[in-house]
């Protein structure tokens, strides 16, 4: 049993990612590619299982597929309720689905729980009993890892941590709901914290866009601050500290002290943590804030693909 | 074994209730009194070990103590890091000074866990897998229920609920941060909202208490909304809105859909709850709000006393 390798496919809105991963966690067989236009179930089922049979036919001790889907997603009957990137989606079967496509057994989950997993088998939660994973993207995903397994709620949806309130009265967010974190910590944050800014260095800022908010992407804006730009420092710090207030409400709830921070977003570390940890601390009890800890993910744009193999190589 | 009592204790701020409780969740011998002024936790220690003495006197089959605590406890060493109505205490060694002051073994846990294993036990919890407890009274206190247990996280203090964040500019808490839930849907969050209202009819309203805002307890403010006070109403509504939107908050991380209400604030219950239904559902996706009930607590002032002897009766 011990030799055994599982396919991970980590579906982002854009790319699929898709490796075979071994029992030890190795990726061999990496593909990374555009999802396309074509969104439908059947799209993406067929999308997938021309890689998949490709690697079958290739690859011993095949046990199973892994595969990560953003959004709603009822892990344990295979069910994906409803995704932000593929709207159309409704209550997809896509459990059976897949395993009628691939002949092989599958395991679904949330992409950010996949990510968890990965952190948690071999990343930056390798030695945590429990923790918190937030993935930094166009919007914010979560995961809850508690002693190797993944916290799901009685219906497959907790750790929608992206969420979790920030301003009763803030800018509407796409759940139905005003002010949630995901309006100010994540790629569609920024783009909010930059329109309702009144630094007086804005206008400069959005000169070099030629005024067109939508270019100003989470890495341009990294970019920015890089090369010393004010204005960019100080979106990058109102991100911060916003993030810290949720995830102080986010500790209060949980009681877990551990908190991996990932996704693109947050390559721009160093622009926002400090403020992120400073709001924190002012935020919860002293007690608390002292046992908790901040960490960066560890595994990068792998930890969906080894999270996911990893779900189907520890079942017995 | 099955004949085994325990003595279950609730310490309040004011008062302490303490009760013997059978197996089968009866309570006899049951006492309720007022803490007194003095309150160092050798005066707590000396207080009720009178009670439990005489009990220990009466009573056959006696198995332990339990004994729910208001503040940050760990229930695992049995240290109360800090109270609320206790601020003099730090880290203090509870179960160890009980004890060697009631020689019996002694389980401890914040107040709201043992309502929650209460309710889980025999009252509105009984038939759920998981469920959300929060109590309203000068604070929020809750317990997540998972499977028979608390769910404690890394050091005791999961379901600090009370701190979830509904406004990041709001006013200031004890807890260091702003615009916590407590703030807003507690005793103390009902004087801030008179407050901060600007509604006509809060002056009317003032009079009734000669312009004295400490008056306005929420048995009062019940009261007046049953008399069919208008402002007495719309504060009771407002309460309700943030009520909905911390549970949003709450069901978004822990994926529980399940709550339990309960605490002496609670029973304005018919004044507030349509507003929280209706919030909660505003700010959480459909699918989910279909799934979540918000019920009320079945023990009432019991349930404190039934859930920490709980701990005790259900351990080998």
């Known amino acids: 049993m011990n030799d055994q390798n599982a396919i991970g496919i980590d579906l982002g809105g854009t790319n699929f990612r898709l490796g075979v991963v071994s029992h030890t966690g190795e990726i061999s067989q ?22 998949v049979t490709e690697i079958k036919n290739k690859t011993p001790n095949l046990k ?7 959004g709603i997603v ?33 395991s679904l989950d949330n992409d950010a729980n996949m990510v968890a997993l990965g952190e948690g088998w071999l990343g930056a939660g390798k030695d945590m009993k429990n ?10 995903g979560g995961g ?45 944050g920024l783009k909010k914290l930059i329109e309702d800014s009144g630094d007086k260095n804005k206008e400069r800022f959005l000169e070099l866009v030629g005024d067109n908010l939508e270019k100003v992407t989470p890495a341009f804006l990294y970019d920015r601050a890089k090369e010393g730009d004010i204005f960019a420092s100080v979106i990058w710090k109102k991100f ?42 002012r935020r919860i009890y002293k007690r608390t804030s002292s046992l908790v800890k901040i960490h960066k993910t560890a595994l990068g744009d792998d930890a969906g693909i080894i999270g996911a193999a990893r779900v189907v190589l520890k079942t017995n």
Chains 1, 2 share one sequence.
């Open 131 to 140: 923790f918190v994973l937030l993935t930094l993207g166009t919007g914010i």
């Open 64 to 70: 199973g597929i892994g595969v990560g889907i953003p």
């Open 240 to 281: 911060g500290s916003y993030l810290g207030a949720g995830l102080a409400s986010i500790v209060n709830t949980l009681g877990i002290t551990n908190i991996i921070i990932g996704g693109g977003v947050s390559r721009a570390w160093d622009f926002f943590i400090r403020d992120t940890e400073k709001e924190f601390k």
């Open 30 to 51: 990496r593909f990374v590619s555009e999802v396309g236009k074509k969104k439908t179930p059947d799209d993406i089922v067929k999308l997938l299982t021309k890689h």
């Open 74 to 106: 009822d892990a344990e009957t295979g069910v994906v309720h409803s995704s932000p990137h593929y709207p159309e989606w409704s209550n997809v079967k896509f459990k059976e689905l897949f395993e009628g496509a691939f002949g092989m057994p599958v």
């Open 144 to 188: 809850i890892y508690c002693d190797g397994k993944i916290w799901h709620g009685d219906h497959g949806f907790a750790g929608e941590v992206g969420h979790i309130l920030i301003d009763f009265n803030g800018p509407h967010c796409n759940c139905g709901s005003r002010g949630c974190l995901e309006m100010y910590a994540s790629a569609t």
